[in-house]
C-alpha cells in the first residue's frame, strides 16, 4: 500500500536561490508570489536570496511556475531530501523541514523576528 493510498499527503521541500541584488525580480514581487502561488504551500526565507519552499508539486511544476517573475534573473530551484541534507539552521527549520511545522524565526532580536515572520505563512 503507498502513502498515497493511505491517504496521507507528502510534501516535497525544496531551495530557490536567485541573487537578490538584481533588478528583477524585487523583493515584494516574490514574496507576492510566493503568497499567492497555488503551488507553493508554505515557505520560509532563512537568508537573503534563499526560501525554502514546501509543494505537493515535483521540482518541474514549481519551476514553471516561477520562470515569468525570474525574466533574465539565473536562479535555481533544488528539492531538498532531508536525509541527506546537513548545515547549521535552528532546530526549529530542521523540524519544519521533516515534519511540516512552521518554524520560529531563528532570531532572538524581536524586529528581525518580525520581519521574518512576514515572509513565513502556514496553509489552513
Do not use: C
Request: proline content about 8%; glycine content about 4%.
Amino acid at each position: 500500500m503507498t502513502i498515497l493510498e493511505l491517504g496521507m499527503l507528502v510534501m516535497n521541500n525544496f531551495i530557490l536561490n536567485y541573487n537578490p541584488f538584481s533588478q528583477f525580480p524585487r523583493s515584494g514581487q516574490l514574496l507576492t508570489l510566493l503568497r499567492i502561488n497555488r503551488h507553493v504551500s508554505q515557505f520560509y526565507q532563512p537568508f537573503h536570496g534563499t526560501y525554502l519552499i514546501k509543494s505537493m508539486d515535483v521540482a518541474s511544476v514549481v519551476n514553471d511556475s516561477f520562470k515569468g517573475i525570474f525574466e533574465s534573473t539565473p536562479y535555481i530551484l533544488t528539492q531538498l531530501f532531508s536525509h541527506v541534507a546537513a548545515g547549521s539552521l535552528p532546530p526549529e527549520v530542521w523540524q519544519w523541514i521533516n515534519f511540516d511545522t512552521v518554524p520560529a524565526p531563528p532570531s532572538s532580536i524581536p524586529v528581525l523576528d518580525a520581519l521574518r515572520r512576514y515572509g513565513t505563512r502556514e496553509i489552513d
